[in-house]
T-cell receptor
């Protein structure tokens, strides 16, 4: 029979434009968040993290915004490049007791040259 | 500093066989977690080990098992392979299973069951 797969949301962006990838998390007690980038055939790679006592953190061409009120996380990539094409997913971590991590399903970013 | 190393990178097995995958964490990391990643289900947590003890387990059948050695290296085993076990198996290491350290992933082992 036909298999039903997980259809990742896809974001198509023109090279040079800014990209915004969103993530809704589930646990209001989560206190640490990470964005990962996964290229085809590779393992997820750490991009940037943010702790719950912050609402914004900047890296090189990337910015993460955290809105705890609505349990929302976003990743902004400035001047998107073809090498940014990948699946991006967020991880929420609750560190009370054993570290418990939950991963989002991911968003596929396609950069159009 | 070497990253997380998973071996082998690729594996083809026949239904009914068993397979063992290996993961060497970052030096000094004592927590190792295993995930199954498929297009249909995304990243699914298998289990986490710390100090040779399984600390947490996901919702997978008993055919999936693992262990951790005193040097923090970990292996996972899948017995009686099924076609649906075809997936990318990822290992991630962390300094500890407590606190918020996050995870560093390996490149994965691509398992194909035919």
């Amino acid at each position: 029979g036909e298999s039903v797969g997980l259809h990742l949301p896809t974001l198509s962006v023109q090279e040079g434009d800014n990209s915004i990838i969103n993530c809704a998390y589930s646990n209001s007690a989560s206190d640490y968040f990470i964005w990962y980038k996964q290229e085809s055939g590779k393992g997820p790679q750490f991009i940037i993290d943010i702790r719950s006592n912050m609402d914004k953190r900047q890296g090189q061409r990337v910015t993460v915004l955290l809105n705890k009120t609505v349990k929302h996380l976003s990743l902004q990539i400035a001047a998107t490049q073809p090498g940014d094409s990948a699946v991006y997913f967020c991880a929420e971590i609750y560190s009370g007791g054993y570290q418990k991590v939950t991963f989002g399903i991911g968003t596929k970013l396609q950069v159009i040259p | 500093k070497a990253g997380v190393t998973q071996t082998p990178r690729y594996l083809i097995k026949t239904r009914g066989q068993q397979v063992t995958l290996s993961c060497s964490p970052i030096s000094g990391h004592r927590s190792v977690s295993w995930y199954q990643q498929t297009p249909g289900q995304g990243l699914q947590f298998l289990f986490e080990y710390f100090s040779e003890t399984q600390r947490n387990k996901g919702n997978f059948p008993g055919r999936f098992s693992g262990r951790q050695f005193s040097n923090s290296r970990s292996e996972m085993n899948v017995s009686t392979l099924e076609l649906g076990d075809s997936a990318l198996y990822l290992c991630a290491s962390s300094p500890s299973h407590r606190g918020n350290y996050g995870y560093t992933f390996g490149s994965g082992t691509r398992l194909t069951v035919v």
